[in-house]
């Protein structure tokens, strides 16, 4: 079994930290020690340590123990020293009931949607060059204290940032041509294993988008454990620029899934993309049926990526374009990793389009080139492209 599929769809890689510190021993029911409360800390649905949050988010108050027994009840109080309150209800002797399972339990704290300042904070704040992942933030701390029958114990949290929210990088807002990216593989599968893919991808699809040139990490702000519209995925990129892209819209049903993002401010690339996947079944030989994994984007170049690449007599040919085309046969790759199978088809589809600055919006055909990939992502299953790799597309 591959090592993706060894990961619950509800948790972040591998299994939550709660249970880990529960195996570890420092939670469990050891007559050694007396019962008492071990940590606190701010923490997401599955206890993991988070460094940023969204206004509006839901955030968890998290609570680890030692040899309390089952369905004790902690108090919480929070309250923090601004007058201008960050989370909803943490004010002076607000409680909040901690129920402890297993050695730890967990309250949720909404963020105030309310903050000002931090709208202003990010008009004022642009400057071309920065990375504006880290740029939209308001830090603050919350103050508090555990009461239990075994003990009590104060605690100040551990810097919260809060971020605000990027503003959409439509098409209007690139340069230079517009380019239809389109990438399709197929793999034979049974339809519990798109399912089951399904329900990871739309939960993390950092499983799969992840690779050797840049790391996805998704804020999941209402901890519903899937991605929603609203939602935001963090990326890393190999090279001077990195980005984010905001969850615009999600379609699903049993055979078929369309995860949609839309580019933000700061990101490399001005547009849309879209990740899809469909089962389609072949009734006369069930060994033939197949996923279609596609990657459909369409973008134009960023200024700032512009001002940074290296431009020859095509547009297309810059080293911002050939590294997305890298990346996405890496994740063509993890696709097909998988569902520990080599790929029974992988084209790459391309249009490229002036762009109709009277109207704002995709203008003539400059070209329309079909490829087929498979080789390229075969070669990407035994060793993922680099940035100092030659694009083969």
Same mark, same amino acid.
């Given at each position: !079994?591959?090592?993706?599929?060894?990961?619950?769809?509800?948790?972040? *890689?591998?299994? +939550?930290?709660?249970?880990?510190?529960?195996?570890?021993?420092?939670?469990?029911?050891?007559?050694?020690?007396? +019962?008492? #409360?071990?940590?606190?800390? *701010?923490?997401?649905?599955?206890?993991?340590?988070?460094? @940023?949050?969204?206004?509006?988010?839901?955030?968890?108050?998290?609570?680890?123990?030692?040899? #309390?027994?089952?369905?004790?009840?902690?108090?919480?109080?929070?309250?923090?020293?601004?007058?201008?309150?960050?989370?909803?209800?943490?004010?002076?002797?607000?409680?909040?009931?901690?129920?402890?399972?297993?050695?730890?339990?967990?309250?949720?704290?909404?963020?105030?949607?309310?903050?000002?300042?931090?709208?202003?904070?990010?008009?004022?704040?642009?400057?071309?060059?920065?990375?504006? @992942?880290?740029?939209?933030?308001?830090? &603050?701390?919350?103050?508090?204290?555990?009461?239990?029958?075994?003990?009590?114990?104060?605690? @100040?949290?551990?810097?919260?940032?809060?971020?605000?929210?990027?503003?959409?990088?439509?098409?209007?807002?690139?340069?230079? %041509?517009?380019?239809?990216?389109?990438?399709?593989?197929?793999?034979?599968?049974?339809?519990?294993?798109?399912?089951?893919?399904?329900?990871?991808?739309?939960? =993390? $699809?950092? !499983?799969?988008?992840?690779?050797?040139?840049?790391?996805?990490?998704?804020?999941?702000?209402?901890?519903?454990?899937?991605?929603?519209?609203?939602?935001?995925?963090?990326?890393? /990129?190999?090279?001077?620029?990195?980005?984010?892209?905001?969850?615009?819209?999600?379609?699903?049903?049993?055979?078929?899934?369309?995860?949609?993002?839309?580019?933000?401010?700061?990101?490399?690339?001005?547009?849309?993309?879209?990740?899809?996947?469909? &089962?389609?079944?072949?009734?006369?030989?069930?060994?033939?049926?197949?996923?279609?994994?596609?990657?459909?984007?369409?973008?134009?170049?960023?200024?700032?990526?512009? =001002?940074?690449?290296?431009?020859?007599?095509? +547009?297309?040919?810059?080293?911002?374009?050939?590294?997305? @085309?890298?990346? *996405?046969?890496?994740?063509?790759? %993890?696709?097909?990793?998988?569902?520990?199978?080599? +790929?029974?088809?992988?084209?790459? =589809?391309?249009?490229?389009?002036? *762009?109709?600055?009277?109207?704002?919006?995709?203008?003539?055909?400059?070209?329309? %080139?079909?490829?087929? #990939?498979?080789?390229?992502?075969?070669?990407? !299953?035994?060793?993922?492209?680099?940035?100092?790799? /030659?694009? $083969?597309?």
């Amino acid at each position: !079994m591959s090592f993706f599929k060894e990961i619950n769809p509800k948790t972040n *890689w591998g299994e +939550p930290v709660l249970s880990r510190l529960a195996k570890s021993g420092i939670t469990g029911n050891s007559k050694k020690e007396k +019962p008492e #409360i071990i940590t606190g800390h *701010w923490a997401n649905f599955y206890g993991n340590n988070v460094d @940023r949050y969204f206004i509006g988010e839901t955030i968890y108050y998290v609570v680890v123990t030692r040899n #309390i027994p089952d369905g004790t009840i902690i108090k919480l109080q929070l309250f923090e020293k601004e007058d201008k309150l960050h989370l909803k209800d943490a004010k002076l002797n607000q409680e909040f009931d901690i129920k402890i399972e297993s050695g730890f339990g967990r309250v949720a704290v909404k963020i105030n949607e309310t903050i000002a300042s931090l709208s202003e904070k990010n008009k004022e704040s642009l400057t071309t060059g920065d990375d504006y @992942r880290y740029q939209h933030t308001e830090i &603050f701390n919350v103050y508090g204290k555990l009461f239990s029958k075994y003990g009590n114990k104060s605690f @100040r949290s551990n810097f919260i940032h809060v971020v605000f929210e990027l503003e959409s990088q439509g098409l209007e807002k690139g340069v230079g %041509n517009v380019e239809e990216q389109q990438y399709t593989v197929e793999v034979y599968a049974a339809s519990s294993d798109f399912y089951l893919f399904q329900l990871q991808f739309l939960g =993390h $699809p950092e !499983m799969i988008t992840s690779n050797k040139l840049a790391t996805y990490t998704p804020f999941d702000k209402n901890n519903d454990g899937y991605l929603t519209e609203g939602d935001q995925i963090e990326i890393d /990129i190999w090279g001077p620029v990195n980005g984010s892209v905001k969850v615009a819209k999600l379609v699903t049903d049993k055979n078929r899934f369309e995860l949609y993002f839309q580019a933000l401010q700061g990101h490399p690339d001005a547009g849309n993309i879209r990740f899809s996947g469909q &089962f389609i079944e072949n009734y006369f030989d069930f060994t033939k049926s197949k996923i279609v994994f596609e990657i459909f984007n369409i973008t134009r170049t960023n200024l700032l990526t512009k =001002h940074l690449d290296v431009y020859s007599q095509f +547009p297309e040919a810059t080293i911002s374009r050939a590294a997305q @085309r890298k990346q *996405w046969l890496n994740v063509l790759a %993890n696709f097909c990793n998988y569902f520990e199978t080599g +790929p029974v088809k992988a084209t790459f =589809h391309l249009i490229n389009k002036k *762009w109709n600055a009277s109207t704002n919006e995709p203008g003539s055909i400059v070209s329309n %080139n079909t490829t087929d #990939i498979l080789e390229y992502v075969e070669i990407a !299953m035994e060793s993922q492209y680099d940035f100092f790799s /030659i694009s $083969p597309i």
